[in-house]
């Protein structure tokens, strides 16, 4: 059997291009020698290549896949309206302004209010009219859950009409909720055995159409959340039925005495975790069934007023462990706290994330000046309203969808495994003309050679065992038995 040898495996075996030309012995030196130069330059850039492959994949990079689809029918979103008003003028007791006059800035410490020209005048008088070294204040026993829903705007009073694709709707069509800012009231929100609303078309006759009295004159001028009462408008939140509204940091406006046409899109966005992006797969939220990036937001408001006030606010969701905060507890701690969580002067120990699955709605508007003498005509027979009455208070919205299709946005990784061992194939074939099978090959001859190394080396330690075993029977023929004497 002829010896292996890598020599005549590169001359006679390897299918690797430029091997033969530099082991065959025929060959002139020189040949040789720009021979092993190709083939080393081509292995060496080969190899940079694959390294440069693998570092790309170790990178994680993705790209991103966009598709509209259209459909005959889309799901509704939900609508959240918030007056920005939180408090209303003639439903504020004398017991309210005792124990939140001064807090809201109502009154001064003289219970005196601060600045009459700013409210009506059956408010000043009955302000004026008060003995309030009469009054007891037990801050303990002050439901501030009952002042937010009795003093804030009541949807019954805001709707004056409500329509859904040609169809009218009601104030029951409407769910409260609690937010920053105040009562506020959700269009279609998502509850277990209701079916969903759908668009079967586009355009403005086919969606939400909302008439709403903003009731610009019982507006309380306050400086409750840090906030300064400069606008007259509704605070509306075009989201996902299973999500709770952020109305105050994500709302957009719609001002009296105009007609707001807002068109709206359904994006759906489905990212990658981690290590090719941020989002998270599954996250978990203590008081939302659905997690989602506004309900993490909420519930770490919450945690940054429970850790620093011992108490939560009206609007923030619990399960009983903290109780509601106290007026003094409210205004004392617990709207400063989220003010410096919210600027980022307080941090906590988790963060909130994207998820991966986002449903979204970007919207477009455009406003039109509402016809205040027809507006008049039109509801004279059910609300005594004049002009000027119409255009300070009354606000017209129109909610839909500008096309029947969903924008699909997916992120997808740009390399896997199989395109990995493909671009590292593909570098391999095109310089050096490598395969599997001559990887196999390869591995084939190095397997062969070991084992007739070790054969040849097991046959050179019988071979030196049997020399020795001779030698020691050679010498004890030849070695003199002692004679015996008798």
């Given at each position: 059997?002829q010896?292996?040898?890598?020599?005549?495996y590169a001359?006679?075996?390897?299918?690797?291009?430029?091997?033969?030309?530099?082991?065959k012995p025929?060959?002139?030196?020189i040949r040789r020698?720009?021979?092993t130069?190709?083939?080393?330059?081509?292995?060496?850039?080969?190899?940079?290549e694959?390294i440069q492959?693998i570092i790309?994949?170790?990178e994680?990079h993705?790209?991103?896949?966009?598709?509209?689809?259209?459909?005959?029918?889309?799901e509704f979103?939900?609508?959240?309206?918030?007056n920005?008003?939180k408090?209303?003028?003639?439903?504020?007791?004398?017991?309210?302004i005792a124990h939140?006059?001064v807090?809201l800035?109502i009154?001064?410490?003289?219970y005196d209010?601060?600045?009459?020209?700013?409210?009506t005048?059956d408010?000043?008088?009955?302000?004026?009219?008060?003995?309030?070294?009469s009054i007891s204040?037990d801050?303990n026993?002050y439901n501030?859950t009952?002042l937010?829903y009795?003093?804030?705007h009541?949807?019954?009073d805001?709707v004056?009409?409500?329509e859904?694709?040609?169809?009218?709707?009601?104030?029951e069509?409407f769910t409260?909720?609690?937010t920053?800012l105040?009562?506020?009231?959700?269009f279609?929100k998502?509850?277990e055995?209701k079916?969903?609303l759908i668009?079967?078309r586009?355009?403005?006759?086919n969606?939400?159409?909302l008439v709403?009295?903003?009731e610009t004159?019982?507006y309380?001028?306050s400086n409750?959340?840090d906030?300064?009462?400069?606008?007259?408008?509704?605070?509306?939140?075009?989201?996902p039925t299973n999500e709770?509204?952020?109305v105050?940091?994500l709302?957009?406006?719609t001002p009296p005495?105009?007609?707001?046409?807002?068109?709206i899109?359904?994006e759906?966005i489905f990212g990658?975790?981690s290590?090719y992006?941020?989002?998270l797969?599954s996250g978990?939220v203590?008081?939302?069934?659905?997690?989602?990036?506004?309900?993490?937001r909420?519930?770490?408001?919450t945690?940054?007023v429970?850790?620093y006030?011992?108490c939560?606010?009206?609007?923030?969701?619990?399960?009983g462990?903290?109780?509601?905060?106290?007026?003094?507890?409210t205004?004392g701690c617990?709207?400063?706290?989220?003010?410096d969580?919210v600027?980022?002067?307080i941090e906590l120990?988790?963060?909130?994330?994207?998820p991966c699955?986002?449903e979204?709605y970007?919207h477009?508007?455009?406003?039109?000046k509402l016809r205040t003498?027809?507006?008049?005509?039109?509801?004279?027979?059910?609300?005594n309203l004049?002009?000027?009455?119409i255009?300070?208070?009354?606000?017209?919205?129109?909610?839909?969808?500008?096309?029947?299709?969903?924008q699909t946005?997916?992120?997808i990784p740009?390399?896997n495994v199989?395109?990995l061992?493909s671009q590292?194939?593909g570098n391999?074939g095109l310089?050096?003309?490598?395969?599997?099978?001559?990887?196999i090959?390869?591995?084939?001859f190095i397997?062969d050679?070991?084992v007739?190394?070790?054969?040849?080396a097991?046959k050179?330690k019988?071979?030196?065992s049997?020399m020795d075993?001779t030698?020691?029977?050679?010498?004890?023929?030849?070695k003199?038995?002692p004679s015996?004497?008798t």
């Amino acid at each position: 059997m002829q010896e292996l040898s890598w020599q005549s495996y590169a001359a006679d075996v390897a299918d690797f291009h430029g091997l033969k030309h530099i082991a065959k012995p025929d060959s002139g030196i020189i040949r040789r020698l720009l021979w092993t130069f190709f083939f080393l330059g081509s292995l060496t850039f080969g190899l940079y290549e694959i390294i440069q492959c693998i570092i790309y994949f170790a990178e994680f990079h993705h790209i991103t896949k966009m598709e509209v689809n259209y459909t005959t029918k889309v799901e509704f979103p939900a609508v959240t309206i918030c007056n920005v008003n939180k408090y209303r003028q003639s439903a504020l007791t004398v017991d309210d302004i005792a124990h939140v006059g001064v807090h809201l800035g109502i009154v001064d410490d003289n219970y005196d209010v601060i600045d009459p020209h700013l409210y009506t005048d059956d408010f000043v008088n009955r302000m004026n009219a008060v003995n309030w070294s009469s009054i007891s204040i037990d801050d303990n026993d002050y439901n501030m859950t009952n002042l937010t829903y009795r003093t804030g705007h009541q949807v019954e009073d805001m709707v004056l009409e409500c329509e859904f694709s040609g169809e009218e709707c009601s104030v029951e069509n409407f769910t409260h909720v609690f937010t920053h800012l105040g009562n506020c009231f959700t269009f279609n929100k998502w509850e277990e055995d209701k079916p969903d609303l759908i668009s079967k078309r586009a355009g403005a006759a086919n969606g939400l159409k909302l008439v709403l009295d903003i009731e610009t004159w019982e507006y309380t001028p306050s400086n409750d959340l840090d906030g300064d009462a400069l606008d007259a408008a509704l605070k509306v939140l075009v989201h996902p039925t299973n999500e709770p509204p952020f109305v105050k940091e994500l709302g957009f406006g719609t001002p009296p005495g105009f007609h707001s046409f807002i068109s709206i899109k359904k994006e759906q966005i489905f990212g990658l975790p981690s290590p090719y992006g941020e989002c998270l797969e599954s996250g978990i939220v203590q008081y939302y069934d659905h997690y989602s990036l506004t309900a993490c937001r909420i519930e770490l408001e919450t945690q940054a007023v429970e850790e620093y006030c011992g108490c939560r606010l009206v609007e923030q969701p619990g399960d009983g462990s903290y109780p509601v905060c106290t007026a003094n507890q409210t205004h004392g701690c617990a709207h400063q706290t989220l003010v410096d969580y919210v600027n980022g002067d307080i941090e906590l120990d988790v963060e909130c994330s994207d998820p991966c699955d986002i449903e979204d709605y970007p919207h477009t508007i455009s406003l039109s000046k509402l016809r205040t003498n027809f507006v008049q005509k039109l509801y004279e027979e059910e609300h005594n309203l004049t002009a000027e009455y119409i255009t300070d208070n009354v606000v017209a919205i129109n909610i839909y969808y500008e096309a029947l299709n969903m924008q699909t946005i997916t992120q997808i990784p740009d390399t896997n495994v199989i395109v990995l061992i493909s671009q590292i194939g593909g570098n391999l074939g095109l310089c050096i003309g490598a395969s599997i099978l001559t990887v196999i090959q390869l591995f084939e001859f190095i397997i062969d050679w070991l084992v007739s190394k070790t054969c040849k080396a097991e046959k050179s330690k019988i071979g030196n065992s049997a020399m020795d075993t001779t030698e020691l029977n050679d010498s004890w023929q030849h070695k003199e038995l002692p004679s015996v004497s008798t």
